[in-house]
């Protein structure tokens, strides 16, 4: 079984910044592409930053410059620094990742999710 829990969510004034976590644990034999996507009320959910294994990262245009993508891969763990941060970032933020698994079985997970809720 595999799980991905990410923390680091919260409320924020604009212009703030805040460091999301989201670890992978469990039966786990490599781990691929991870990303963080989010959901706004009443919008569809929306990649926000992607990396692969070997640090390639992409970017939203929306966020390009604020955001910041890393890994650790020894700790199986995505990391998204955000800056500048503004009322439209309001969302639910989810990780995503694609996981081999000690069967060698390949699957994408996503994990729970976690509030910003960027507001004065």
């Known amino acids: 079984q595999v799980q991905l829990v990410e923390s680091g969510g919260g409320l924020v004034q604009p212009g703030g910044s805040l460091r999301l976590s989201c670890a992978a644990s469990?039966?786990?034999?490599?781990?691929?592409?991870m990303a963080w996507y989010r959901q706004a009320p009443g919008k569809q959910r929306e990649l926000v930053a992607g990396?692969?294994?070997?640090?390639?990262?992409n970017y939203a245009d929306s966020v390009k410059g604020r955001f910041t993508i890393s890994r650790d891969n020894a700790k199986n763990t995505v990391y998204l620094q955000m800056s500048s941060l503004k009322p439209e970032d309001t969302a639910v933020y989810y990780c995503?990742?694609?996981?081999?698994?000690?069967?060698?079985?390949?699957?994408?997970?996503w994990g729970q999710g976690t509030q910003v809720t960027v507001s004065s």
């Open positions: 995503k990742a694609n996981i081999m698994t000690m069967t060698y079985t390949t699957s994408r997970y």
């Open positions: 469990g039966s786990i034999f490599r781990i691929s592409a």
């Open positions: 990396i692969t294994s070997s640090g390639d990262t």
